[in-house]
Nanobody, 131 residues
């Protein structure tokens, strides 16, 4: 059974930093495309950062230069390092991954992720940034 478990969310002041973790079981992160999403109150879920199976990184314009997606293969864990946080970053953050069957060119994987089509999802962790 595949499980993705997020941790690291919490309350932080504007300008602060947090590192979110996503521990996987039943699936290997570095063999499939992985991504982080967020959903703010009264807004649709949006793709924040993505890593394709080919190793290509992508970030939403709103977080470029502030967020970094990385992984630790020995721990089968992916991270989202968030810096210079602002109240607009307040949301529930989700990690997700495509299945092996959806591997393909980077452009196809990114499109599937933009459409919100990952096969495996975590349950989310709340990030609240105070002003």
């Amino acid at each position: 059974q595949v499980q993705l478990v997020e941790s690291g969310g919490g309350l932080v002041q504007s300008g602060g930093s947090l590192r979110l973790s996503c521990a996987a079981s039943g699936v290997v992160f570095n063999r499939n495309a992985a991504a982080w999403y967020r959903q703010a109150p009264a807004k649709q879920r949006e793709l924040v950062a993505a890593l394709t199976s080919g190793g290509s990184l992508w970030y939403a314009d709103s977080v470029k230069g502030r967020f970094t997606l990385s992984g630790d293969n020995t721990k089968n864990t992916v991270y989202l390092q968030m810096s210079s946080l602002e109240p607009e970053d307040t949301a529930v953050y989700y990690c997700a991954q495509l299945s092996r069957a959806k591997r393909g060119p980077d452009s196809q994987e990114r499109e599937k992720l933009r459409l919100g089509l990952p096969d495996y999802w975590g349950q989310g962790t709340q990030v609240t940034v105070s002003s």
